[in-house]
């Protein structure tokens, strides 16, 4: 795996362990010369890790449509910064450079970014990996609403194995490098 994309929230949420695993995270990414992609904020858990990333040495690249400018800080310090013109363009930008996504912590923007990749996947549009950063056990009510939909019938048993999870960085990571998509 060469480069990730991560969904992360704006902002770093009221628990102190959502910013210190980011920054674990960061350090493992660095260490195993995995390149962020990510949407170019400076701000929240995005640009904890991509601060993280930059000063093990690592490389960050930030992708933000010009309309966010105001609303978003762009971090001004990545190795590449690519300005697109829509979210839509901004989020077919990042996962045609990332081998794999990761969700951190965040709210409704990041709960969008994952669900659209998860279902990408489910219908066949791509079969890379998808992982939930599950620090302090943030996305286990998410992986029992997984649950509860297979078990109604809204999702197939086989797509199961979409989404892969750890509270544990390396873990993590070691996850999406073995993944094996199915044939969902």
């Not at 930059?54 to 971090?75: C, N």
């Not at 939930?132 to 996305?139: A, H, S």
Request: include cysteine; charged fraction near 25%.
């Amino acid at each position: 795996m060469k480069q990730i994309c991560v969904f992360a929230g704006s902002s770093a949420g009221h628990n102190p362990a959502y910013t210190e695993e980011a920054k674990k995270l960061g350090k493992a990414f660095a260490e195993k010369n995995i390149e962020l992609v990510y949407g170019g904020a400076k701000s929240g858990l995005m640009g904890v890790l991509a601060d993280s990333i930059l000063q093990q040495g690592g490389k960050v690249t930030g992708v933000m449509p010009t309309e966010l400018f105001d609303r978003e800080i762009v971090h001004t310090e990545l190795s590449e910064f690519i300005e697109v013109n829509t979210m839509h363009e901004r989020k077919a930008k990042m996962s045609e450079l990332a081998d794999g996504y990761i969700a951190l912590p965040g709210g409704f923007g990041t709960f969008e970014e994952l669900f659209e990749t998860v279902s990408w996947a489910q219908i066949g549009l791509h079969k890379k990996p998808v992982a939930l950063f599950n620090i302090e056990e943030y996305y286990t009510p998410l992986k029992r609403l997984i649950e509860h939909a297979i078990e109604a019938g809204f999702v197939p048993e086989s797509n199961r194995s979409i989404v892969v999870d750890s509270s544990d960085p390396y873990e993590l990571l070691n996850k999406l490098n073995t993944y094996h998509s199915t044939d969902q």
